[in-house]
């Protein structure tokens, strides 16, 4: 501001404007910056650059990116490298679709509705509930928007319209996000116990009567809870049962709606795109009808215009977000368009019968890697008798963050260490190893190596 102000010539005005606002001088306008983080002297920085050097500098920063595809990776954690259809790309990068604005004209936009509309429907396919919105922004922002948006619905219902429970290890991204959310909001937040993933039914009582309660499956060990089958009878129907989901998954599991879930969220990036280094990804939002009017995000219609025909538009916007946004029940009013067209594309190609079986190579990779790495002597499941999709949790005989420095120094990405997205509530020996449908047995051998040369080397 300081350097805007200055550069203007024969301005004469600047006494004047902080006169008006009272304020004596420019640096009063960065008076609620606390000092100790004030910046008083330039930055250093270089001066300005060419185009060619831009590009250069541009270029050497991204040769350090290390693309999953260049080793054997097993790190995942919510975003994962499943086979891509190259018709995806090649569909989506069509003029109609990748320079499509906002739908608000929707007698001009009928293509792309209708293509939003279709994203929908599979959505509530997929996950056996009858509505489903065109997309949220992340599997985080859509877990705390479904939070919200049940505390709404049962305000009036629930015995305790202000509390909401959520598993003690869910991990610390999700957790900020839904912290954000309902601070605030006088909602408070209150944990599920169990035994490192696995919920204690007995304990999951005392949530009977909240507002909400939120799981995950499967959840962050990559452990399929048989247990969660069975929570919405014990919430009873005053309280709603929030699942979040990785959608690959519902190939082999039975979809959340049709164990009772009232809201179902999850990061769709499985469908359409691969893991983007932070990039675009994109989340999942269906429900019941309960729930349809509180619902956050754009929802497509059909309907028949005055010629009979079908038309497509976006329809129940009674939370004003799009114009009195003091009303809105929601701050997200968009959604990742593109992205979720790239799903609903890969969505359609897999098909039903696709589904199951990309499902099918994900358990029989995991459970590929998982027999390879518990051959490894001094190395343990964390829950040896459960179920896992994805991925699983070992129990490593040292921290796991040195086991991963070691196999990254022999090219292998070995997973994520549990602590790095749980925080103090897990062990520093748990390691979350991941397999996909993209996992090779050539990457399972160096993973098994790599580890068993650790294992050889820390015992000693």
């Not at 260049?70 to 679709?97: C, D, K, W």
């Not at 309902?182 to 039914?201: C, K």
Request: proline residues 6%.
């Amino acid at each position: 501001m300081r350097l805007v102000v200055d550069q203007l010539p024969n301005l004469g005005r600047e006494q004047e404007l902080l006169d008006a606002i009272g304020l004596a001088t420019i640096d009063d306008l960065f008076s609620d910056i606390p000092e100790s983080v004030r910046r008083t002297e330039p930055l250093d920085l270089p001066g300005p650059q060419s185009e060619e050097e831009i590009w250069a500098d541009a270029q050497m920063l991204l040769s350090k990116n290390v693309p999953l595809t260049s080793r054997p990776s097993f790190i995942g954690a919510g975003l994962y490298q499943n086979h891509v259809p190259t018709m995806v790309p090649m569909l989506a990068t069509r003029g109609e679709f990748l320079t499509a604005y906002t739908p608000y004209q929707p007698e001009v936009s009928q293509g792309m509705l209708q293509a939003m509309w279709e994203f929908q429907s599979m959505v509530s396919e997929l996950v056996a509930l009858p509505v489903a919105n065109v997309s949220m922004y992340d599997a985080s922002t859509a877990a705390a928007e479904a939070i919200t948006c049940a505390v709404r619905v049962h305000s009036r219902k629930a015995a305790r319209p202000d509390v909401i429970y959520v598993p003690e290890w869910t991990p610390v991204d999700r957790m900020s996000v839904i912290q954000n959310y309902i601070q605030g909001a006088g909602i408070e937040l209150r944990f599920l116990s169990g035994n490192d993933g696995i919920i204690d039914l007995g304990a999951a009582e005392e949530a009977a009567g909240c507002a909400a309660v939120y799981v995950e499956q499967p959840n962050p060990f990559g452990i399929i809870d048989p247990g969660l089958f069975e929570l919405k009878v014990i919430l009873g129907e005053d309280t709603a049962l929030i699942v979040g989901v990785n959608p690959s998954s519902l190939g082999v599991v039975a979809p959340p709606g049709d164990w009772g879930a009232d809201i179902v969220v999850g990061e769709g990036q499985c469908f359409g795109i691969g893991p983007t280094g932070g990039g675009p990804i994109y989340g999942l939002f269906a429900c019941r009808d309960p729930y349809l009017r509180q619902m956050p995000g754009r929802i497509v219609g059909l309907a028949k215009d005055e010629s009979g025909q079908r038309a497509f538009t976006l329809t129940l916007s009674t939370r004003e977000q799009h114009i009195r946004r003091h009303k809105a029940t929601s701050n997200i009013c968009s959604n990742e368009t593109l992205i979720a067209l790239m799903g609903a594309m890969h969505m359609a190609l897999l098909g039903p019968e696709g589904l199951e079986r990309m499902a099918v190579r994900n358990v029989a990779a995991c459970a590929r890697t998982k027999e390879a790495v518990l051959a490894i002597d001094g190395m343990e499941l964390l829950h040896p008798d459960a179920a896992h999709y994805n991925e699983f949790t070992v129990v490593l005989p040292g921290p796991a963050a040195d086991a991963l420095s070691f196999l990254d120094a022999g090219g292998v990405t070995g997973g994520l260490a549990l602590r790095d997205i749980m925080g103090e509530r897990t062990d520093e020996s748990w390691l979350l190893i991941t397999a996909t449908d993209q996992t090779t047995e050539s990457d399972i051998t160096a993973l098994a190596d790599g580890l068993a040369a650790w294992c050889a080397e820390v015992n000693g």
